[in-house]
Each structure stands twice: as structure tokens, then as C-alpha cells.
């Protein structure tokens, strides 16, 4: 069965830094790109980051490029979400989520792992 | 940029849902995907590729359009059918997503 599993989410003040986690079984994770995508309160889906298989080819959207950081530890079949001088507008439930073919479509996602910005 | 219309659409069983993605300007034919959405759960894939069902998604799930409008048509709806559909804008990043559109009973 494929699964993804997040991890690390919490409260936290805003301008400090956390670290999402997401350890995936089931498929060939080096064989696949992966995504980060977040919905905040009351809010639709917003995609937050995505990095191929390799590593090599990394994006982000604007609202968090330059703050938070992605990246994969195919060995650990895991991926993270480094997330830097958080904003309240960063609360939210965020998804791990696996690429289908290679072009941005994700067909399988996690459960999520809820951050919530807060003084 | 991607809008959905209508915002919320509100229909019964059995009646024909028209979902509107239109893009701020023209895309690739092949670079919409859609979405379900329930509270509780995670998004579920339907169309991919624009065209394409996804995996166990049932015919009356229908993806269409080119250039900047795309649409997204669901027949003889069902009561699991109901909640929220987003489409994605999806050959290079970002990725991103339309502001969904609530299909209600």
C-alpha cells in the first residue's frame, strides 16, 4: 500500500523555523518528483514546492520562494519542507504529496501535517 | 492564474455538473488537471492531461478544453460527488491551483 506520512508541524511564533517531514512506503521513491502543497483555514489548495527525483530540479511559489526550502533523502525515502521566518499567513494544513507521471499532477497525498503561525 | 466558475454550484442527484477552469493566458491542450476535495480526506485525482481519467474514476467524469478555457463535466451526479473541485495548472512550475468551486446538494 502507498503511503506518505507527515510529520513536524506544530505551533510556532512567528520568524522562527521548522522542519515538515514526509516518509513514504508503497512505491519507488527515487523514481518520482514530489510536492508540498498547503490549505490554509477556509482557504482552497495552494501549491507550495515541488523537487524531481533527482534533487536537481527544485520550484517554489512565490509566497514562500526565498523562505522555505525543499528537499528529498532518496536513501531515507523521505522528503522535507524547511520552513524559514514563518508568517501567520503560512497556517496551515500541509500535504506531502507524490508526483503521477512527471508533470506536476500529484495522485497520491498524505494526510497532512497541520502548522499554525501564532504569537 | 487560474479562475474557477461559478464559485459554488448548486445541483441535485441525477442532474449534470459544468465546471469552468479558465487560465490568464493559453496554456499547453494537455496541462490541466482536476481535482476532488472532500473535508476530512485528501484531494483525489480525476483528470489528468486534461483529457485523461485517472485510476477507478468512472466515465461520467469528462475533462475538455484548449487554450485558456477548460471545463470539467460530471453526469448523472451522485451524492459522493459533492464537494469541492479545483483544477491545476500543470506542465512547469509553479503549479498552481484555481480558487475551487463548491458543488453542493
Known amino acids: 500500500e502507498v503511503q506518505l506520512v507527515e510529520s513536524g508541524g506544530g505551533l510556532i511564533q512567528p520568524g522562527r523555523s521548522l522542519r515538515l517531514s514526509c516518509v513514504v512506503s508503497g512505491f519507488m521513491f527515487e523514481n518520482y518528483d514530489m510536492h508540498w502543497v498547503r490549505q490554509a483555514p477556509g482557504k482552497g489548495l495552494e501549491w507550495v514546492s515541488g523537487i524531481t527525483r533527482s534533487g536537481l530540479s527544485i520550484g517554489y511559489a512565490d509566497s514562500v520562494k526565498g523562505r522555505f526550502t525543499i528537499s528529498r533523502d532518496n536513501a531515507k525515502k523521505s522528503l522535507y519542507l524547511q520552513m524559514n521566518s514563518v508568517r501567520a499567513e503560512d497556517t496551515a494544513l500541509y500535504y506531502c504529496?507524490?508526483?503521477?507521471?512527471?508533470?506536476?499532477?500529484?495522485?497520491?497525498w498524505g494526510k497532512g501535517t497541520t502548522v499554525t503561525v501564532s504569537s | 492564474v487560474l479562475t474557477q466558475s461559478p464559485d459554488t454550484l448548486p445541483l441535485s442527484p441525477g442532474e449534470t455538473a459544468t465546471l469552468s477552469c479558465r487560465a490568464s493566458?493559453?496554456?499547453?491542450?494537455?496541462?490541466i488537471a482536476w481535482y476532488h476535495h472532500k473535508p476530512g480526506q485528501p484531494p483525489r485525482l480525476l483528470i489528468y492531461?486534461?483529457?485523461a481519467r485517472a485510476s477507478d474514476i468512472p466515465d461520467r467524469f469528462r475533462g475538455d478544453g484548449s487554450g485558456t478555457d477548460f471545463t470539467l463535466t460530471i453526469s448523472r451526479l451522485e451524492p459522493e460527488d459533492f464537494g469541492v473541485y479545483y483544477c491545476q495548472y500543470c506542465d512547469t512550475s509553479p503549479y498552481i491551483f484555481g480558487q475551487g468551486t463548491r458543488l453542493e446538494i
Open positions: 504529496a507524490k508526483d503521477f507521471y512527471g508533470s506536476g499532477e500529484i495522485d497520491v
Open positions: 492531461a486534461t483529457f
Open positions: 493566458q493559453s496554456v499547453t491542450s494537455t496541462s
